[in-house]
Each structure stands twice: as C-alpha cells, then as structure tokens.
C-alpha cells in the first residue's frame, strides 16, 4: 500500500501487469525511485511468496532488504 499525496494519475487502474514494474508503477505515481531494479527485485519476490500453496511469510532477510531500500530513499528524500 502507498500512500499519496496527490491523487492518483487520470486512468490509473491500480492493477499491475505481470510483467509490469513495479518501480515504475510507484514513478507513474509520482514517487521518485532511484534503486529501481532492487525495488522490482524485491517486491516480487515478497508478492509471489512461497510457491507451495502454503502461508505466505516473507523471510527476515528479504523484510529487511526492502526496508533498506526504501528507508534510503526516505532519508535521503525527506524534507
């Protein structure tokens, strides 16, 4: 989930394709991504979760991959 500060682009469905990116989803959106294969990288791997039908849990490493990536870009973009 993100949150916006604006509303979101004229015609945006919110469905992203599955070959779609997700970091330029998130820049269509008006938010800026730097890391933009580490971002693709890592959300689809927390978004297609374990492959044997069972819970899916992402493992602490790759939480705390994405944290990395995104709490830089929110410290370096923070006003």
């Given at each position: 989930?993100?949150?916006?500060?604006?509303?979101?682009?004229?015609?945006?469905?919110?469905?992203?394709?599955?070959?779609?990116?997700?970091a330029?989803?998130?820049?269509?959106?008006?938010?800026?991504?730097?890391?933009?294969?580490?971002?693709?990288?890592?959300?689809?791997?927390?978004?297609?979760?374990?492959?044997?039908?069972?819970?899916?849990?992402?493992?602490?490493?790759?939480?705390?991959?994405?944290?990395?990536?995104?709490?830089?870009?929110?410290?370096?973009?923070?006003?």
């Amino acid at each position: 989930m993100v949150r916006l500060r604006n509303p979101a682009p004229q015609g945006w469905g919110g469905y992203l394709p599955p070959d779609g990116s997700i970091a330029a989803d998130l820049a269509s959106l008006g938010l800026s991504v730097e890391q933009t294969d580490a971002v693709d990288r890592q959300l689809a791997q927390f978004l297609v979760g374990d492959s044997d039908g069972g819970a899916c849990q992402i493992p602490p490493a790759d939480f705390r991959a994405i944290v990395e990536v995104f709490d830089r870009h929110w410290l370096s973009h923070s006003a």
